[in-house]
């Protein structure tokens, strides 16, 4: 066996995955110990998918060297602030972040915030210091698991087949695959998970279940934290959570002198007050002690890059713009990179007006619905082309990527596209690829964990239910087992609970304040009545959604919206 037939999975999931080629086939590491030997359904797409094997212009096929010479001459003769370089996540292997060496040096405008998981980030950040997850170990100790707000059978599959025996509870307004194997499913309504933590909070206090050892040593601010909790009527709380007490009680006899994991996720914080929201949650469980026991803690996406020194950073004054809120129309060239905004980015009719208006350059690997409106099409080498090393922001393990296939002679890595425009514009040089890959290889992090956790001391939420009106739904989305985002399988439909009297095959108007669009109904008994679900890259989910940043990390809040639905 060849010590090169490794190949990291590149796509946006948990898992980051391990594969080798064996006798030509390809197949998941045994070693690795999340991957175990299986990969999964969108990695047998990503191996289907047709690559784009040349660049376009114009609707025409040109030569890679035509499609460079196009676009250095563009950029020189374009403002470099006129310039916005844009990058999104449809492979998260380290090289991918070559690319931004050149647009800093270069003086493009830059993105700033998140469309993923920014909010709730920064709110475990201002509680803890950093987002680093605790190790895989205390996951696989732990007793009991509280899915919250996260798909996690779905979502990070690989994770969850290591602990798949364990107890588990759900939090989610969805009742997913993870919620019918728990032992309690508690159907929330959206944007009140802060609501059901201060809950929680008042029942350990009433239980004598806090961990005051914890508090003592590592928290501030607890008793602010619990005043907070205890201001309100505990009844309260069931109406608005939609979380009967019952369960609540029920939840607390499970976890009683047990270790408890939280496996937190995406659901909780799409919305203006994300970062609050998880920091209530995290709070919960510091005044639990969670975070400091043998087994258990709360899981995120941390950050995945902690402790690695960027190898391609360079000192810039570039101007940076809110990426949820980015108008691609000021712009005289856009430079999109592994991303397809047109169904990804908030507010599709927005994106859409805004790209027709500028030189659109896409660098991706496939023909996605943002090359409709793109100038230039540059096409990337394929991951099986390119080395590469993957960090991951579910556990603590990294993958490795070789080359084992010869690329494609059109293509070009982010790597090389980077190398050749530095040279153009005589610019400062990339470290070697070698020396950059082996830092990351090699490179082991030092994960300290918190001297102090700053509990939530002001919690200044305002909730979507009251603005609700009888015929509004709370939009909610989640992803699906069979597409990586925008990738992969489509599914535009809207799905809706039998309660909402709408048909299967009805065709309907869903409209929010932001824009409206068509869809087919599906019905679906696991939606939550008052929700209206769809698919993270359903085509037509972001018409509905606003172009606007959450409060504190210029990331997207595409759940702070409430939508009407009628017969079209
Ligand atoms: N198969 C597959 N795996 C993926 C991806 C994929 O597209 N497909 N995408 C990857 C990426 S980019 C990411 S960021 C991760 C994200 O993975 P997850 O963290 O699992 O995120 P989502 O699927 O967006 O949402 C998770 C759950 O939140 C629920 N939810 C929605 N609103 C609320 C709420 O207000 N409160 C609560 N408690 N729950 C709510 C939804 O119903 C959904 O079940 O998954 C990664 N893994
Ligand atoms: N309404 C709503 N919208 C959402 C979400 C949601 O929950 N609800 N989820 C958000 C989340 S969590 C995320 S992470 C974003 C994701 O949004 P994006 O980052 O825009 O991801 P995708 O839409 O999957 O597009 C990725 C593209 O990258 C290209 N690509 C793949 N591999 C490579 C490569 O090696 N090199 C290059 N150059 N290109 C490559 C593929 O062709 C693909 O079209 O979407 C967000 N959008
Ligand atoms: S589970 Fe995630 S990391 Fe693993 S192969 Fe599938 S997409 Fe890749
Ligand atoms: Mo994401």
């Known amino acids: 066996m060849s010590l090169n037939n490794k190949v990291a999975c590149p796509m946006d999931c948990y898992d980051a995955c391990q594969a080798e080629i064996i006798?030509?086939?390809?197949?998941?590491?045994?070693?690795?110990?999340?991957?175990?030997?299986?990969?999964?359904?969108?990695?047998?797409?990503?191996?289907?998918?047709?690559?784009?094997?040349?660049?376009?212009?114009?609707q025409k096929q040109i030569s890679?060297?035509?499609?460079?010479?196009?676009?250095?001459?563009?950029?020189?003769?374009?403002?470099?602030?006129?310039?916005?370089?844009?990058?999104?996540s449809g492979n998260i292997g380290v090289m991918q972040n070559a690319t931004k060496n050149f647009f800093t040096q270069y003086g493009s405008t830059l993105t700033k915030g998140s469309l993923c998981d920014g909010g709730g980030g920064t709110g475990i950040e201002i509680g803890r210091g950093n987002v680093v997850?605790?190790?895989?170990?205390?996951?696989?100790?732990?007793?009991?698991?509280?899915?919250?707000?996260?798909?996690?059978?779905?979502?990070?599959?690989?994770?969850?087949?290591?602990?798949?025996?364990?107890?588990?509870?759900?939090?989610?307004?969805?009742?997913?695959?993870?919620?019918?194997?728990?032992?309690?499913?508690?159907?929330?309504?959206?944007?009140?998970?802060?609501?059901?933590?201060?809950?929680?909070?008042?029942?350990?206090?009433?239980q004598d279940l806090e961990d005051n050892e914890f508090i003592e040593e590592f928290g501030s601010g607890a008793d602010w934290f619990f005043d907070v909790a205890r201001n309100r009527p505990i009844v309260s709380y069931e109406s608005t959570t939609g979380v009967p007490l019952t369960l609540v009680n029920d939840f607390f006899d499970l976890i009683e002198g047990k270790s408890v994991a939280i496996m937190l996720g995406l659901g909780v914080q799409k919305y203006f007050e994300g970062a609050q929201i998880t920091r209530c949650i995290d709070s919960f469980a510091a005044y639990m002690g969670y975070h400091k026991k043998e087994a258990g803690g709360v899981w995120y996406l941390s950050d995945s890059a902690f402790g690695y020194k960027n190898q391609f950073e360079?000192?810039?004054?570039?101007?940076?713009?809110?990426?949820?809120?980015?108008?691609?129309g000021s712009y005289d060239l856009v430079f999109i990179?592994?991303?397809?905004?047109?169904?990804?980015?908030?507010n599709t009719q927005k994106v859409i007006d805004g790209l027709k208006k500028s030189f659109v350059v896409y660098f991706g690997t496939t023909l996605n619905e943002t090359c409709e409106y793109a100038d230039l099409i540059i096409p990337s080498s394929s991951f099986l082309s390119k080395k590469d090393v993957r960090l991951s922001y579910g556990h603590e393990l990294k993958s490795i990527s070789h080359v084992v296939k010869l690329k494609d002679e059109n293509t070009i890595s982010e790597y090389e596209i980077t190398s050749f425009l530095i040279e153009e514009f005589n610019l400062e040089k990339l470290k070697t690829e070698d020396e950059v890959i082996s830092y990351y290889e090699n490179h082991k992090p030092i994960?300290?964990?918190?001297?102090?956790?700053?509990?939530?001391?002001?919690?200044?939420?305002?909730?979507?239910?009251?603005?609700?009106?009888?015929?509004?739904?709370?939009?909610?989305?989640?992803?699906?087992?069979?597409?990586?985002?925008?990738?992969?399988?489509?599914?535009?439909?809207?799905?809706?609970?039998?309660?909402?009297?709408?048909?299967n095959d009805d065709v309907v108007r869903v409209s929010s304040k932001y824009g409206n669009a068509n869809f087919i109904v599906k019905i679906d008994d696991n939606i939550k009545s008052n929700c209206a679900f769809f698919f993270t890259g359903n085509k037509y989910a972001n018409y509905l959604t606003p172009a606007l940043e959450d409060e504190v990390s210029n990331s997207a809040m595409y759940q702070e919206v409430l939508v009407q639905i009628e017969l079209s």
């Not at 690559?51 to 376009?56: A, R």
């Not at 602990?163 to 159907?187: E, W």
């Not at 059901?196 to 909070?201: D, G, I, N, R, S």
């Not at 699906?480 to 709408?502: C, E, G, I, M, P």
Request: net charge neutral; proline share 4%; glycine share 4%.
């Open 23 to 58: 006798d030509e086939n390809i197949k998941g590491s045994k070693e690795h110990e999340t991957t175990n030997g299986k990969l999964c359904i969108n990695f047998a797409n990503l191996l289907k998918e047709e690559n784009l094997k040349n660049s376009i212009f114009k």
């Open 64 to 88: 890679l060297k035509e499609s460079l010479d196009i676009l250095v001459d563009k950029l020189k003769n374009t403002k470099p602030e006129k310039t916005l370089f844009y990058k999104g």
């Open 133 to 206: 997850n605790p190790p895989l170990q205390k996951l696989l100790d732990a007793d009991i698991i509280v899915v919250w707000g996260r798909n996690f059978s779905v979502t990070s599959s690989h994770l969850y087949n290591l602990v798949k025996d364990k107890t588990f509870v759900t939090i989610d307004p969805v009742c997913t695959d993870i919620a019918k194997k728990s032992k309690i499913y508690m159907q929330i309504n959206p944007k009140t998970d802060h609501e059901l933590a201060l809950l929680f909070t008042r029942f350990a206090y009433m």
């Open 314 to 328: 360079t000192k810039g004054t570039n101007k940076k713009v809110s990426i949820p809120t980015v108008d691609f």
């Open 337 to 346: 990179q592994g991303a397809n905004p047109v169904v990804s980015a908030p």
């Open 447 to 503: 994960l300290k964990d918190f001297d102090t956790f700053e509990f939530i001391e002001d919690i200044d939420i305002e909730p979507l239910y009251k603005e609700k009106k009888d015929d509004n739904f709370y939009y909610i989305t989640g992803k699906s087992k069979n597409s990586l985002n925008s990738q992969f399988a489509k599914d535009d439909f809207v799905y809706l609970h039998s309660s909402t009297n709408f048909k």
